[in-house]
């Protein structure tokens, strides 16, 4: 499986920005993505997950009430929605992908992630 992250780039604080994640290749029937993100010398951190069905959703507390992910299961793409975005939110971003039992639980515990995409950059301005 491969993933294909996009949409990174510089915004003011207070601003938006969506950010987009291919997956190809021999995908599962179903699974869930995500997406990660590590800033500088910080480890890589849960920001959201979504199921297949998109039924369930987990966010990290500290995005909640400002970024949306949501999926295209028939495009294999998922998003996510950045509003409202601050400094503390500059980082790389990580799309993931997980398949089997409860992927979208193990992924925001990182119990297991099958598959990690490239990282797309996303800096924020203050």
């Known amino acids: 499986v491969q993933l294909q992250a996009c949409g990174g780039g510089l915004v003011q604080a207070g601003g938006y920005l969506t950010l987009s994640c291919v997956a190809s290749g021999r995908t599962a029937s179903a699974y869930a993505l995500g997406w990660f993100r590590q800033a500088p010398g910080k480890e890589r951190e849960f920001v959201a997950g979504i199921s297949w069905s998109s039924i369930t959703i987990y966010y990290a507390d500290s995005v909640k009430g400002r970024f949306t992910i949501s999926r295209d299961s028939a495009r294999n793409t998922v998003y996510l929605r950045m509003e409202n975005v601050d400094p503390e939110d500059t980082a790389l971003y990580y799309c993931?992908?997980?398949?089997?039992?409860?992927?979208?639980?193990?992924?925001?515990?990182?119990?297991?992630?099958?598959?990690w995409g490239q990282g797309t950059e996303v800096t924020v301005s203050s």
């Open positions: 993931a992908y997980n398949e089997g039992k409860h992927p979208t639980s193990a992924m925001r515990t990182r119990a297991r992630i099958d598959y």
